[in-house]
């Protein structure tokens, strides 16, 4: 398991990495359009929505990996970073259920993972705390999600690699929606510490 550097490295804004992050970010626009565009009339594009998601998933590995490779973690790609992911996981969330490909008590769960978090960020401001740095384990999460849509959409069909793929893509989000209230629990179990040691500090 390789160690995740955290800290900021530069204040540079033009990275490579930011530049992926920022891509990504355009990207989601055009993948909610293509994967709604069948439920109003128009042509199914599912094939280039999923080039997209699997682009989005390359870059997102790339633009961590280089970030720290080459020194360029920075506080823009802090945010830039999960709001891709949290953006692309929506978005997928979605353009699935609207095409009645994804069972809205599933999305219930997710989105509710989502409304928990962003429940704890006027905490964290409360107490002059941005949002925290990303987990390994919401990584985890993420890419288990990105995995398990493109695989489920891949599953609308007939024959036996259609079926294959669905199966697989139902594993995935299973584990990844575990995985991913687990780490929105020990998000909250950091706001938690945070808040208690602000809470104990000596008043200056």
Same mark, same amino acid.
């Given at each position: 398991?390789?160690?995740?550097? #955290? ?26 359009? %293509?994967? @709604?565009? +069948?439920?109003? !009339?128009? +042509?199914?594009?599912?094939?280039? $929505?999923?080039? =997209?998601? *699997? ?8 633009? !961590?990996?280089? &970030? ?7 506080? %823009?790609?802090? =945010? @830039?970073?999960?709001? *891709?992911?949290? %953006? ?7 353009? @699935?259920?609207?095409?009645? =490909?994804? /069972? ?7 989105? &509710? ?7 704890? @960020? +006027? =905490? ?6 941005? /949002? %925290? ?6 990584? $985890? ?8 849509? /493109? ?25 990844? #929606? ?19 040691? $602000?809470? *104990? &500090? /000596?008043?200056?």
């Amino acid at each position: 398991m390789e160690v995740q550097e #955290t800290r900021v490295q530069t204040d540079r804004v033009l990275t490579i990495p930011n530049l992926l992050s920022m891509a990504r970010l355009v990207g989601v626009p055009v993948f909610l359009w %293509l994967i @709604l565009w +069948p439920k109003f !009339g128009g +042509p199914n594009n599912d094939g280039w $929505a999923l080039l =997209i998601l *699997a682009l989005s998933g390359i870059s997102d590995y790339l633009d !961590g990996k280089l &970030a720290r490779r080459w020194g360029q973690i920075s506080r %823009l790609g802090q =945010i @830039l970073d999960p709001l *891709a992911d949290r %953006l692309y996981v929506l978005s997928t969330l979605v353009g @699935l259920t609207w095409r009645e =490909i994804l /069972p809205w008590w599933l999305t219930a769960i997710l989105l &509710a993972r989502e409304l928990f978090i962003a429940a704890l @960020l +006027p =905490i964290l401001n409360r107490y002059g705390y941005g /949002p %925290l740095n990303v987990s390994f384990l919401g990584k $985890a999460a993420t890419f288990n999600l990105m995995y398990a849509f /493109p695989l489920l959409l891949l599953g609308q069909g007939q024959g036996w690699f259609h079926h294959t793929a669905e199966v697989v893509s139902w594993a995935f989000i299973w584990w990844g #929606t575990v995985l991913y209230w687990w780490a929105g629990i020990l998000y909250a179990v950091q706001v938690r510490q945070i808040v208690r040691g $602000a809470i *104990a &500090a /000596p008043t200056p």
